[in-house]
């Protein structure tokens, strides 16, 4: 496969998990999602690197979006926050394709006699 559909592709997968999961977040917490409680706390650390971990790249962009709105982040910090969630989706679909593919030739090396 070409190189290059094959990064769009880990993008997208990427960009799809981290949308799925952060909207199921917001739906469940009835809460915008970013890098405060209930979804980031001192006290569920696990939870917390789970959440940020999945949903990161759309936490930092609300995050960046509403300080540009208040006027605490000027133009360059806001496209520096848009490469960043760019590449940590890319990162994330990498990671998640990575898994589905051990997962998968894993699954193949079950033998089940009937």
Not at 14 to 37: H, I, N, P, Q, Y
Not at 42 to 71: D, K, Q, W, Y
Request: with cysteine; net charge neutral; proline share 4%.
């Amino acid at each position: 496969m070409d190189p290059v559909v094959l990064v769009l592709y880990a993008f997208a997968v990427g960009l799809t998990a981290c949308g799925l999961v952060g909207s199921v977040m917001e739906l469940l917490s009835g809460r915008r999602l970013a890098f405060a409680g209930p979804y980031v706390s001192p006290v569920h650390i696990l939870r917390s690197l789970a959440a940020t971990a999945c949903a990161g790249p759309f936490m930092l962009t609300n995050e960046a979006l509403a300080a540009r709105r208040e006027g605490r982040i000027g133009t360059m910090a806001l496209l520096s926050c848009g490469c960043t969630a760019i590449a940590w989706a890319l990162a994330l679909g990498v990671v998640l394709i990575a898994i589905a593919s051990w997962a998968t030739v894993n699954l193949g090396s079950f033998e089940f006699s009937g």
